[in-house]
């Protein structure tokens, strides 16, 4: 199996500030990572995703780094906003089955503060 | 832009009840997904279904769950007999493929009293 845990529960940054928050994984057969953002009473909304096949992907304002010799990823969030408090967690997948499950962490709450 | 839709926002029920808790996933997606968040705690998956049967269970999954897609376009997750631990959100989620980005519903938020 797989099980998946953030690094701090907890983040406040200041407003424009870059933010970085942490994850890792346990079983280095995970192929497929997610990072999530949930807001309060809100389902997961998708961020960014990325393969094990890749150390680095960008969109916008996000970037996702994957270190696969630790299983550990992080998500960093360029400039934040306030818009960008919420929980973020990061989900695994592994390569087992047709319809795979996603493996959760705990999520972090991360407080943008003026 | 599509989303994944789930009714009703809110369910409350006694102990013992059935409840269906439904869902009506992206149109062009294939995989279904339900999963449960306990207040306070991780998403935890339940049950993905595709091609009209259950790919994958966790053992929270058991015999008083069940999931149908009765039409084209709902899918459902039936308990049979709450329990007061039931008590949680229950999300809905699709995808295209079953090994890519999944999209999840706003929710339904379940109390059995």
Known sequence: GESVGLHLPTLSVQEGDNSIINCAYSNSASDYFIWYKQESGKGPQFIIDIRSNMDKRQGQRVTVLLNKTVKHLSLQIAATQPGD?????????????????????????LTVLP | EPEVTQTPSHQVTQMGQEVILRCVPISNHLYFYWYRQILGQKVEFLVSFYNNEISEKSEIFDDQFSVERPDGSNFTLKIRSTKLEDSAMYFCASSVHGYNEQFFGPGTRLTVL
């Open chain 1, 85 to 109: 408090s919420a929980v973020y967690f990061c989900a695994a997948l592994l390569p087992s089955g047709s319809a795979r499950q996603l493996t959760f962490g705990s999520g972090t709450q």
